[in-house]
């Protein structure tokens, strides 16, 4: 298993677009802290800016494109033809051809995307956490080290929750493409809330209330709770994708 | 040793193996033959755990590929394509497929120089020339140092040179009691290095046996594959 781990950590950081993924997922956040420093002091000063627990934590938000393109990226660049002249190649062949145990390789792949997702989500939830503190550390106190991990904890879970949906479609372009657009541009779960209060347990939606203690929620799940709903979102969507990629044809 | 025993495989409600049935020796190279869409992939994908059959067995050293433990150490399979990602290099690619069978790194150089692709190692596949890509899939198949090789088609796009070293490798690969099975629907290529054919037309296998044997009273392989497969109403095709 431990050589399995290792060619799939090898795998994933020889692909160009998982460095992308990991440069911009890991820069992202503590850049806009950076920028928005100025805007961000102003508003504390006016008095606009009240709730000062989540500063810091609410700005990696930004940085999840960072664990969506690589939990996409390790399921679809198996699928992605590997020749021009041959669009029915691709590296899955070679992928099952040599370790052939399929739930053994799925094991190896979630593992390796789990290692790197959480380093990531280590260091850039401590340099953006530390830049707030270096910024605005007179009115924003550090949350608590639970906090921390949970955050840690809610990078990692998107990953695995692009990595599952993208093992169900074999195609990393839909889901790659309404994840990041979710999060990012309009936010479907967020407006679905608005709707019915049953939206609140959206694996993003719900993930985010482990760290985040913000007011904008409609359904207010204690952060244990949370954590428990997202794991659930993930295990079920795994599990389908794990018996799809069994039963499926190469 | 490779045995199929009556493998059956539908497709789409379309049966495209019916009871396939042969052997591949060691020390032999058995020459998988059969016209495009015959069902020569389609068996070999099977045999190497791809894909799986409705009914039959496939197996290699009397088991089931998906049953081998570093497979690659037992088995060197080349298919399609070179299998590796359009933007790893050559050398990456071999790395981690290596690492996945606890070979170690040196195996990558010492493959690629193997094929000659050492002056290719950094560049990456995707800017591969057909011919490359096929030498890159097969330095993968060589990785572990396999007693046995499953290879699909391993002519196609290579350039003359590229044939006549193949063409050495997998008699060298028997002589050594590696046991060979290679496809094509190149009747005069196969004739050339086989020892054994085996002939598959429309899902089922047509005839198999030495190649003199299959051969027979024919002036050439090729003729005795139109003969064997031109009883039925308009043709092979």
């Known amino acids: 298993m431990v050589n399995l781990v290792r060619a799939e950590l090898r795998k994933l950081l020889s692909l160009p677009t998982a460095w992308v993924g990991l440069v911009l997922g890991t820069l992202v956040a503590p850049v806009i802290v950076l920028l928005n420093a100025p805007y961000t002091r102003r508003a504390i000063a006016d008095g ?22 690589l939990g996409v990226i390790v399921v679809s660049s198996e699928y992605t033809s590997t020749a021009r002249d041959a669009p029915g190649a691709r590296q899955l062949t070679a992928t099952l051809i040599a370790v052939p145990h399929r739930l053994r390789l799925l094991g190896a792949k979630t593992t390796a995307l789990v290692l790197v997702v959480a380093a990531q989500a280590a260091v850039t939830t401590a340099a953006t956490l530390a830049l707030t503190q270096l910024l ?9 080290p639970a906090r921390i991990a949970a955050a840690i904890l809610y990078w990692t879970l998107t990953a695995l929750l692009a990595y599952a949906i993208t093992l169900i479609t074999r195609n990393g372009i839909v889901p790659l493409t309404l994840l990041i657009i979710n999060s ?67 | 040793m490779i045995t199929i025993d009556r493998v059956n495989k539908t497709r789409s409600r379309t049966r495209i193996l019916s009871d396939v049935t042969f052997e591949a020796r060691p020390g032999r190279v058995t020459g998988f033959l059969g016209p495009n869409g ?40 080349l298919l399609d394509g070179s299998g590796a990602h359009r933007a790893r290099t050559a050398r990456a690619h071999l790395r981690w497929v290596a690492a996945s069978n606890g070979l170690p790194d040196s195996r990558a150089d010492e493959v690629l120089e193997a094929v000659g692709l050492t002056g290719d190692a950094r560049k990456r596949a995707g800017r591969f020339s057909l011919g490359m890509s096929r030498r890159l899939g097969l330095a993968t198949a060589l990785l572990g140092d396999p007693a046995v090789l499953v290879l699909d088609e391993p002519v196609n796009g290579l350039d003359p040179a590229g044939i006549r070293w193949i063409r050495g490798f997998l008699r060298d690969s028997a002589e050594q009691g590696r046991t060979v099975l290679l496809s094509s629907h190149l009747m005069g290529e196969l004739a050339e290095i086989a020892d054994d054919v085996v002939v598959i037309h429309k899902g089922r296998v047509v005839t198999h046996g030495g190649l003199a044997e299959v051969t027979g009273a024919h002036r050439t392989l090729e003729d005795a594959f139109f003969a064997l497969t031109a009883t039925e109403a308009g043709g092979p095709w």
């Not at chain 1, 606009?48 to 938000?61: A, E, I, Q, V």
């Not at chain 1, 605005?136 to 608590?144: E, N, Q, S, V």
């Open chain 2, 38 to 77: 015959a069902g020569k992939t389609s068996t070999l994908r099977i045999l190497l755990g791809l894909d799986r059959p409705q009914s039959g067995t496939a197996l290699i050293c009397g088991r089931p590929y998906r049953e081998l433990d570093r497979p690659l150490t037992t088995v060197g399979a």
């Open chain 1, 136 to 144: 605005h550390g007179a009115h924003a106190p550090l949350p608590a």
């Open chain 1, 184 to 250: 990012s541009v309009v936010s479907v779960s967020y407006l679905l809330t608005k709707v019915t209060d049953l939206a609140s347990y959206l694996p993003d939606i719900v993930g985010a209330q482990m760290f985040i203690r913000g007011t904008d929620f409609p359904v207010e799940v204690p952060p244990m709770t949370a954590g428990l709903v997202m794991t659930a979102w993930i295990v079920a969507l795994l599990a389908v994708g794990a018996v799809l990629f069994q039963r499926r044809d190469a």
């Open chain 1, 48 to 69: 606009t800016l009240t709730d000062l627990s989540d500063l810091g934590l609410r700005d990696l938000g930004i940085g999840l494109i960072g664990p969506m393109v």
